[in-house]
């Protein structure tokens, strides 16, 4: 029979697994970001800029203060650690788990090649011209593409067709990112980014879904195999044959956590035979909506019975937390939220709301507002002004005044 795990346990294994509860140590570096990054195993990517992109925020949320430009340099040029795959989302993930998503693009192009009103199916010519002009040229924007095209005197294509072949190149592996300008994908031949040894490296789909899901079992350190399967966006079958191989491999321990049920039956769960059991968890933080201890939104609700939806995608008239509401960790436990808007002209980090969960306590206020603090010197910004919305917004303003 499996082994009892309390939920409470289970959320400081999760946590810890996520790299939170570390003593302190040196300020933040490069070696501390890759390590975190390689624990996590990715770093999911967002456009959104209200108060930070999202990549930047899980170093902030589990190592304080650092910067930014470190970490830059591990995705961006010639020492850059990381690339960019679909991995959860779009993602940064450490280089040498490339080889492990080329079933992924195989997959990609089979189903253009089966699919006859597919976009490339219809638009050969110009996947073609584009890896001429990267041949030609080396890695290259999109918008620096779509700029030689139109200086060209013969046919060329619209910005959007530029981005779209582009990105199912990328999809299909053809093309690789080469890092970011503002922003603005770099896109390069995989042989002009990468080293060989990488080019040459060949991993099967049954060993790349088995490594996967190990390295997904890390990071969450207990979980479903829902858990599992949604970190790099698996599909259940494969990842159901993978546990059973990591089970049978001593890797998985199988567990069973009170409450965590479907249908009012209990939830399988496995226990990563690496995972730290913290006595306590003392973590402070603000998490991204895209942090991997709250993007599950079941697991969220099942570890810290927090529900969450990011309100960006709701209109103005319907939201109820704020356009850019992040989730509030304090302790073992998510206590609230708080809308959070980075105005860089006046130099001031606006909280537009803040709003505490049932039941936080007392001190979530103070404790949130030297959070905030850190939050306001990490982003160079010299002012924290509160709106008074919600309901932690009164005792935040005190706090902060």
């Known amino acids: 029979m499996p082994q ?35 624990r996590l195993g990715l770093l999911q990517i967002d456009s959104v800029n209200v108060f930070e992109r999202s990549h930047y925020l899980p170093a902030f949320s589990r190592l304080g203060v650092y910067d930014k430009k470190q970490l830059d340099r591990l995705t961006t040029g010639r ?22 998503f080329r079933w992924r693009m195989q997959a990609y192009r089979d189903l253009s090649a089966r699919t006859p009103e597919a976009w490339s199916a219809a638009n050969r010519p110009m996947l073609v011209w584009l890896l001429a002009e990267l041949a030609e040229n080396g890695p290259m924007r999109a918008s620096a593409i779509e700029h030689d ?15 779209t072949g582009l990105e199912t190149l990328f999809r299909w592996g053809d093309v690789v990112s080469a890092g970011r300008e503002r922003f603005e994908r770099i896109y390069g031949l995989p042989e002009q980014v990468f080293p060989d ?3 040459g490296r060949e991993v099967s789909r049954h060993d790349a879904h088995r490594e996967l899901v190990s390295r997904s079992a890390r990071a969450h350190g207990i979980g479903t195999a829902r858990d599992f399967a949604d970190y790099f966006r698996l599909k259940t079958p494969p990842t159901l044959a993978a546990i059973r191989e990591l089970e049978d491999a001593g890797e998985l321990i199988p567990v ?6 479907r249908a009012g039956k209990p939830i399988a769960a496995w226990l990563h035979r690496d995972a730290r059991l913290p006595r306590s968890m003392d973590a402070a ?9 709250v993007w599950k939104r079941p697991r ?13 995608y709701t209109p103005e008239p319907k939201r109820i937390f704020g356009y850019y509401s992040l989730p509030v960790l304090l302790g073992d436990t998510i206590v609230g939220r708080v809308d959070l808007k980075n105005d860089r002209q006046a130099g001031v980090l606006r909280v537009q709301a803040a709003w505490a969960e049932e039941g936080a306590p007392a001190d979530t ?13 990490w982003q160079g910004l010299g002012e924290i002004e509160v709106v008074r919305r919600g309901t932690l917004a009164p005792g935040l303003a005190a706090e902060l005044r």
């Open 197 to 199: 040894a990488l080019l």
């Open 149 to 163: 095209a139109n200086k060209r005197s013969g046919p060329w294509w619209g910005w959007s067709d530029v981005k």
């Open 256 to 261: 069973e956590v009170p409450g965590w049920t």
């Open 365 to 377: 206020a103070a404790r949130l507002a030297g959070v905030l603090r850190d939050a306001a010197r």
């Open 285 to 293: 933080a603000v998490l991204s909506p895209f942090d991997p201890v």
């Open 79 to 100: 020492e850059a650690r990381f690339t960019e795959y679909w991995a959860h989302e779009a993602s940064f993930l450490p280089l040498e788990s490339w080889p492990l």
């Open 300 to 312: 969220a609700l099942r570890l810290f019975d927090f529900h969450y939806r990011i309100e960006i």
């Open 4 to 38: 009892s795990v309390a939920p409470a346990l289970a959320r400081r294994i999760a946590l810890a697994a996520q790299g939170f509860g570390r003593a302190p140590g040196e300020a933040p570096g490069i070696r501390q970001l890759d390590a975190l990054v390689n």
